[in-house]
């Protein structure tokens, strides 16, 4: 099963994609906060994390710097999911090593777990078979 | 007959009245002629009769018309001669006794001096001549009498005779008139040659004299004419009326006797007096106002400035005398002092004035900076200097814009030419928001407003005042970041409920669920999705209405975005049971346009959206081209359509909220179409309803500026 790491300051946001990708049959772990999440990056050892922008300190831009330059997560697939939408964020994200850049609000849903497959096997083709 | 003509000679008045009546009696006389004729029965006669009158009739006007007698003579010449042939030939008037009645015509074209006259009346003659000939000597036999004949001949020498002797008459009353002028013009001579002789020498001396005494008299200055002994030769009416004294008593008198003279309140001795220096040092003196020179006329004690010139008067290269010009200089003088007074309390105003001023610049909040013609700084007020860190003694002499960097309101440096003295010169009136960077490195936010100074049409520097806003822009910050965060905090808990929704109808816990909750569940998602949609316009509209839209226009290739777009409502459509057609714009190099590509999206959904919402079957067509070097974007549906009267309903912002009639965009906030026309707006283009009709479907188009302008 692929494992997504959700770092989310608001609960009930971080719920809501939590059931929508377990449903859909990933393994997910939830982390509250930047902090959290970058515990939880080494503990939970994902195949991609959903990384929110606007949080308390750290927000997400420093989390993925931290996770870029820490040799050890440095390859692991970042995918920013914020409601910020300025091409700025987006362009400043991805300069800094996030591997796609989507607006919450743009996001289906339903999509949502195609669109993690379908990183994670470009990034690992030999998981196919899941 | 020997009176020549000339050709084309104007009709003169004289004979005219002559000729008029000539031919007036020619037309009464055949016209009472033919109606005889008429009356007899004899139509033939008098047809012929009322051509003749006719002829004369037509002499008439062209005498009268063309008042030139070779055009009336040519007339003549082609109207009676295919009918003197006619008659000639015929006979056919014969015993009428009107044949020699015929040349009169004619005859009074020569009466008139033509030549063309002339010509024709021999021509007549000799025509009369050879018919008498052939008659009398039996070659051609014509119908009419020797007799008759013999009376047109007659007639026509005796005509002739009468022309020739009025003709004559003519001349000689024309000599006569001739001969008047030349005595006129010989008398007018002769007296010309008289005047100017028998004047003497001495009379016209007399005129010179008088002349000269009229100019001297009636000079505005008094004038003294005195010898080498200082006696008054001359003295003229001003100069008595300003002395108080009569020319015949002074004649011969001192001048000094007269009056004492003045200069700065001291009495000038007689040896330093103007005039007497000026036969001793043989000089021209000019006292001016400044001198204050007066005179105190002994007679009668007045005392008054004067201004003077004083020449001497040479003869053989030695002074015989001296002329005097003066005149009382009271008013100038009196003038002279309220100039001094004004001038005193107008500079005193004048310091008053720019101590104010200097007292305002002192003590504005306002920063105000003035540069000289030169655009180096002046004066820098000291609300300036707290508003930039930097002292008067440092910016005066510098040049404003090299010295102060500027950026604007993204913190991009501004070139200093946009904010130097010659840009304030050339805008007249500017009025800048810019940011300005402290001495000590902090930038401020400022509004500019400079303008040139002018006094009277000499520019003499610019004038800037500066009002600092950094708080205000600090509140536009905050304002900004409120609304995003607004925005935010609105969104995610919307989108949590949906998102929520969305995985509980996709299956999460269906098993639970009864049919009749999950239709519930529906709903709610349905009126989540609306919600979003409506939070989502009116941030739109706030946006808009602030200016606080974030967009960035860039090149975006408008094929991809629309198959996108199509793409993504394909679902929607295909549920539907409808189609939809998209073909990329024919020219690939004309489908790179310049807008915000969400922007453009929010558009292109809400337009297809509309169409989707309102077409039950047939085809939605995007039709894709240009129009105005601009790229042309249609979106056709065969829907329900729009009736006239909401059509115009459909771009006004809050009608629609509250006009529920207006059946389309029913279930959002009606504010679609406003804000997709404000988008297209802002990127350049417009949006607009081509046209609609109920039952028949609608067609909306928008326009977008082209990356590279068609040629």
Not at chain 1, 10 to 30: G, H, P, Q, S, T
Not at chain 2, 334 to 340: H, Q, R
Not at chain 2, 358 to 367: D, K, P
Not at chain 2, 558 to 576: D, G, Q, R, T
Request: hydrophobic share 40%; proline share 3%; charged share 25%.
């Amino acid at each position: 099963m692929t494992k997504v790491l959700i770092v989310e300051d608001e609960d009930i946001v971080a719920r809501m994609y939590e059931k929508a990708l377990k449903f859909n049959n990933f393994e997910v772990e939830v982390a509250i906060g930047g902090n959290e999440g970058l515990e939880k990056v080494k503990s939970f050892k994902p195949d991609l994390v959903l990384l929110d922008i606007m949080m308390p300190e750290p927000d997400g831009m420093e989390v993925l710097e931290k996770i870029k330059s820490d040799p050890e997560t440095s390859g692991l697939p970042i995918v920013m999911l914020t409601n910020l939408s300025g091409k700025h964020d987006a362009e400043h994200a991805l300069s800094k090593g996030a591997i796609e850049y989507w607006v919450k609000s743009s996001v289906d849903i339903k999509d949502l777990g195609g669109m993690i497959n379908n990183i994670v096997n470009e990034k690992h083709p030999e998981n196919q078979s899941n | 007959m020997k009176k020549k003509a000339e050709d084309g000679a104007e009709i003169k008045t004289s004979s005219d009245y002559a000729l008029k009546i000539f031919s007036l009696t020619g037309i009464v006389f055949f016209l009472i002629f033919s109606v005889v004729y008429l009356l007899k029965g004899d139509l033939f006669a008098g047809i012929v009769e009322i051509t003749i009158a006719f002829t004369f009739f037509l002499n008439l006007i062209f005498l009268t018309k063309h008042k030139n007698i070779d055009s009336a003579s040519s007339f003549a010449l082609l109207a009676l001669i295919p009918f003197y042939l006619f008659i000639l030939t015929t006979g056919g008037i014969a015993n009428t006794g009107l044949f020699w009645l015929h040349p009169f015509p004619v005859a009074a074209l020569y009466f008139k001096g033509s030549k063309k006259g002339l010509v024709l009346s021999i021509f007549l003659g000799l025509i009369l001549v050879v018919i008498f000939i052939f008659k009398l000597l039996g070659i051609y036999v014509t119908p009419f009498s020797l007799v008759e004949i013999r009376q047109a001949l007659a007639s026509y020498i005796l005509l002739n005779i009468f022309i020739y002797f009025y003709q004559k008459g003519n001349e000689s009353k024309q000599k006569l008139v001739e001969e008047k002028e030349k005595e006129v013009n010989k008398r007018q001579e002769e007296l010309v040659k008289t005047m100017g002789k028998g004047k003497t020498l001495e009379s016209q001396f007399e005129q010179e004299r008088d002349k000269l005494n009229l100019i001297i008299n009636s000079m505005g200055e008094g004038l003294l004419v005195v010898d080498k002994d200082y006696k008054i030769r001359m003295i003229n009416h001003t100069a008595e009326l300003l002395l108080g004294v009569k020319e015949k008593k002074v004649l011969g008198t001192e001048w000094h006797k007269l009056a004492n003279a003045y200069i700065g309140g001291k009495e000038i001795p007689f040896k330093q007096r103007v005039s007497i220096q000026v036969l001793n040092k043989a000089v021209t003196i000019q006292t001016v106002l400044e001198d204050d020179h007066y005179y105190l006329v002994k007679s009668s004690g007045r005392k008054f400035p004067i201004v003077s010139v004083t020449t001497p008067i040479f003869e053989d290269s030695k002074v015989v005398g001296a002329v005097k010009v003066f005149s009382d200089a009271t008013q100038e003088k009196e003038a002279k002092i309220l100039i001094e007074e004004a001038i005193k309390s107008k500079t005193k105003e004048l310091k008053y004035e720019q101590q104010r001023s200097h007292a305002i610049l002192e003590n504005t909040g306002e920063g105000v900076i003035l540069t000289n013609d030169k655009g180096k700084i002046t004066y820098v007020n000291p609300a300036f200097e707290k508003m930039s860190g930097y002292d008067n003694d440092y910016l005066s002499g510098k040049d404003f814009s090299e010295t102060i960097k500027a950026y604007d309101l993204k913190e991009n440096e501004i070139p200093p030419a946009q904010i130097s003295d010659a840009a304030a010169v050339t805008a007249e009136k500017q009025e800048m928001k810019l940011m300005l960077q402290k001495k000590e490195g902090e930038k401020i936010g400022v509004i500019i407003n400079s303008a040139p100074v002018r006094s009277q049409t000499n520019f003499i520097g610019v004038v800037r005042v500066i009002h600092d806003v950094t708080d205000d822009l600090q509140l536009q910050q905050q304002k900004d970041d409120f609304f995003s965060i607004a925005s935010h905090e609105l969104r995610t808990p919307l989108s949590v409920i949906t998102g929520n929704l969305d995985t509980v109808l996709a299956g999460y816990g269906k098993s639970q669920m009864t049919k009749e909750d999950l239709a519930l569940l529906q709903d709610s998602m349905d009126a989540s999705d609306r919600l979003i949609k409506m939070v989502g316009d009116f941030l739109n509209i706030s946006r808009l209405d602030q200016g606080r839209l974030n967009y960035e226009i860039r090149q975006v290739d408008a094929c991809f975005v629309i198959e996108s777009v199509v793409h993504e409502l394909m679902p929607l459509i295909e549920n539907k049971g409808i189609k939809l057609s998209y073909t990329c714009i024919n020219d690939p190099k004309h489908k790179m346009v310049l807008v915000d590509e969400n922007l453009l999206k929010e558009i292109l959904i809400n337009l297809i959206g509309n169409s989707l919402k309102f077409t039950d079957k047939g085809e939605i067509k995007i039709e894709h081209g240009l129009k105005d070097n601009m790229s042309y974007i249609k979106v056709i549906d065969p829907g329900v359509g729009i009736a006239k009267d909401k059509q115009k309903l459909l771009f006004q912002r809050f009608q629609q909220a509250m006009n529920r009639t207006l059946a389309r965009e029913a279930g959002g906030t009606g504010l679609g179409l406003y804000i997709s026309r404000e988008f297209a707006r802002v990127m350049g283009g417009d949006l607009v309803l081509e046209e609609s009709e109920l039952g028949k479907g609608s067609i909306f188009s928008f326009t977008l500026p082209l990356a590279n302008s068609v040629k």
